[in-house]
């Protein structure tokens, strides 16, 4: 067994003790709701006061969490409070007795937790470059607090060394500051609570929290183990820092915590990645492989083609964690690149951080987006004129730098190269190819097949991409994590869609937009009051695009798009990741809990599947009627029909469909399940063809009904129809 290897297993058994020798139980000796010592500063407090020994007789007393906005503070404190300063003592009488100890931490929007004057644990968006925190400082993000949503706190680990290390027999002293992210916050929290594994009967403490749960242990996985080590280190959204990781995948597929490393052994630089997603307990990282000397690695990590940039994607508002798979195996199958993935477990320093998965980082590569190098000195001539990566994504952050081309449009994001890459002279050509290419597409010959954006755009891309992000109605469309992309003229002088990326929030799993109904293109509508670039609108409504559109789609429907292929894809990952499903909920209960921003809430992870399934099949039956429409004009529904209420159950608005062969006088009437009429949402004349009303749960007056069981009946002609549909509150 190698050193490494030797050092690892070492580590498991301290920060985890209960991996290699089992606790007996576990108690608390701190809870958020005790009373605490706090102030709420108005200058920088002495350097002392997070010892035991610190005077705070003069501070206040009340008890946790200190805060506002949430109904979640046992002690209420003005709005737009910056900092809260906090200290608990406790007494341990039998040291050696702990071997574990962990911090919940639940809290809006930063901290900083010290034991007997040492700092142990810093929340991700306060500044690591600085030793003390002062008082008056923000969190550079925003972060939501957990407990009051019904999630569980973040938890910080802390190893046998540790507590021998930072912790007395007799007197010690927790002490947080806790941070907003403004005077203008809306809300802050600060909820902590600490606990201890204890190693046999003895008591000394209380039972902990009815919401908490020992660490996750397991003894083998199908999936590969992901054990990384940061030797300490607090993982921060910038710059990467060391660490050590190891991979264990075995060829028969059974991985065990202490089989040795087979797929990876070595060094890494990591950091964390996204936007909003920092915010979440599961945290998504960004790591690239080095060598000895800190330099890139470009290695194959579970089978995939050798590089050195990559994420790993945390799933957390998709509770099927199969969203984003799914789509970028859709696009491989449809013929364009997108990120190639492997579900996995990773462990983060002793602690088991659930499934993930592991992905390919988008650049250029030729096994990524293989499009041609552009180095710095690559200023004139065939060479200037690619590669180049764009992006449409969040603005101005992160490395986020480019510039907007119109007023009304979004901002183009240099992605490669990089911004702080890019030549000048580079910057002055991608931009003015931007600039010639929307000037077309505002002109009258937009659709010129000779000079319009036929001669710009590999079409086929832009259908299959748009195809993609239109059957996942995935709100993001368009305006953020969207990429284009574009090689040198003498390789392909086109500029193409793509890779698809991110859908986390597409199939019906996002409550604002309208897009958990499954009728209604994106690009009919506006989702959000994000702009987007103007040309995506214009694209799609052009004829010859729509007909490409509706070609592409027919053929896809037999093969990748039909729905017994996704429901197979679907199908075989939720097999795949088998009992690391519920390991994965045991360490992040989200099951039966609202996770920003899901439309539906479920109990079981079956219940997620089968939703996945069903909005998928109604999403294609809508886009199918769809397309019809557009291979033929003159498409008319061949008979009366009413089809099921669709969200059902829903809350607060569903949509009925229906079908009319003809012209026809249309009544559609609400009963409650007495048979009262309670509103007639329709009681009109219409046009033949596809129609639908929107119900959003009210009576004639405009008042909200109450949840229950509701008819819906149709009448049109000589065809009537009844059909139920349940109000959920």
Not at 175 to 188: C, F, K, L, P, Y
Not at 405 to 423: Q, R, T, V
Request: hydrophobic share 35%.
């Amino acid at each position: 067994m190698n050193n490494m290897r030797l050092a690892f297993l070492l580590i498991v058994g301290l920060l985890f003790p209960n991996l290699l020798a089992s606790q007996d139980h576990w108690e608390t000796a701190i809870f958020a709701d005790n009373s605490w010592n706090y102030i709420i500063p108005s200058q920088q407090p002495s350097s002392n006061w997070t010892t035991v020994t610190f005077d705070d007789s003069d501070w206040l007393v009340g008890p946790g969490g200190f805060g506002y906005g949430d109904n979640d503070d046992g002690t209420t404190v003005d709005n737009g409070t910056i900092s809260v300063f906090m200290r608990r003592a406790f007494t341990i009488t039998e040291l050696t007795k702990l071997n574990t100890a962990i911090l919940h931490a639940d809290y809006d929007d930063g901290f900083v937790a010290y034991l007997n004057g040492v700092e142990v644990f810093r929340s991700f968006n306060l500044a690591e470059e600085e030793d003390t925190v002062p008082y008056d400082a923000t969190t550079n993000i925003d972060h939501e607090a957990q407990l009051y949503t019904g999630l569980v706190p973040e938890a910080y680990v802390l190893d046998s060394i540790d507590i021998a290390e930072l912790l007395l027999v007799g007197d010690n002293m927790l002490a947080i500051q806790v941070h907003n992210v403004g005077e203008t916050s809306s809300d802050m929290s600060s909820n902590f609570f600490f606990t201890f594994g204890i190693t046999d009967q003895s008591s000394f403490y209380e039972d902990p929290p009815e919401w908490f749960q020992p660490p996750v242990t397991f003894d083998e996985s199908n999936l590969p183990i992901l054990i990384i080590n940061t030797f300490g280190e607090q993982i921060v959204d910038d710059p990467r820092i060391p660490a050590h990781l190891g991979i264990i995948d075995n060829n028969n597929g059974i991985n065990h915590i202490n089989d040795p490393f087979t797929d990876y052994d070595g060094a890494i630089t990591i950091e964390l990645r996204g936007n909003s997603s920092q915010g979440q307990p599961k945290k998504p990282y960004r790591f690239e492989t080095v060598d000895s000397f800190g330099e890139n690695n470009n290695v194959s990590l579970l089978g995939m083609p050798e590089e050195n940039d990559w994420v790993l994607y945390a799933p957390w508002s998709d509770k099927t964690l199969i969203r984003n798979v799914l789509t970028y195996q859709l696009s491989n199958e449809m013929g364009w690149y997108a990120s190639r993935s492997k579900y996995c477990e990773l462990y983060l320093n002793g602690d088991y951080k659930g499934i993930y998965v592991l992905m390919e980082k988008i650049k250029r590569d030729q096994d990524r987006v293989d499009i041609s190098k552009l180095d710095p000195d690559e200023i004139e001539g065939d060479d200037l004129t690619g590669g180049y990566i764009l992006k449409f994504d969040w603005i101005w952050t992160g490395d986020n730098l480019g510039w907007f081309e119109s007023d009304e449009g979004s901002l183009y994001n240099y992605h490669y190269p990089k911004p702080d890459e890019i030549a000048s002279e580079q910057v002055d050509y991608i931009q003015q190819y931007i600039y010639d290419f929307e000037s077309m597409m505002e002109s009258a010959s937009y659709n010129d097949p000779s000079t319009g954006y036929p001669a710009w755009l590999n079409v086929d891309s832009f259908v299959d991409y748009i195809m993609l992000q239109e059957l996942s109605k995935n709100v993001d469309a368009y305006r953020l994590s969207t990429y284009i992309y574009k090689d040198k003229n003498s390789d392909d002088s086109l500029l193409y869609a793509g890779p698809i990326w991110d859908i986390n929030h597409g199939f019906g799993n996002c409550d604002y937009g309208y897009t958990w109904l499954t009728n209604n293109w994106l690009l009919g509508y506006q989702a959000t009051d994000d702009p987007i670039a103007f040309w995506w609108h214009k694209l799609w409504n052009d004829d010859g695009f729509a007909a490409a559109f509706s070609e592409r789609y027919t053929e896809l429907r037999s093969t990748t798009l039909s729905l017994n292929h996704i429901y197979s894809i679907i199908d075989s990952v939720a097999n795949h990741l088998g009992p690391a499903i519920d390991r994965n909920f045991t360490r992040w209960p989200t099951l039966g809990t609202y996770v920003w921003p899901n439309y539906y809430v479920f109990d079981t992870y079956e219940e997620e599947i089968e939703y996945l399934k069903s909005w998928t099949a109604d999403r294609l039956q809508w886009m199918d009627q769809e397309m019809l429409s557009i291979a033929d004009v003159s498409f008319v529904p061949k008979e009366y029909r009413l089809y099921d209420a669709y969200p059902n159950p829903f809350n607060p608005t569903t949509i009925l469909r229906y079908d009319l062969p003809q012209n026809s006088m249309v009544t559609i009437t609400i009963y409650d399940i007495l048979g009262r009429a309670i509103n007639t949402i329709v009681n009109e004349v219409q046009n033949a063809g596809n129609q639908s009303i929107i119900w959003d749960g009210t009576n004639s007056s405009g008042n909200r009904v109450s949840s229950g069981t509701y008819i819906y009946q149709i009448e049109a002609g000589d065809y009537h129809n009844i059909k139920q549909m349940v109000l959920l509150k």
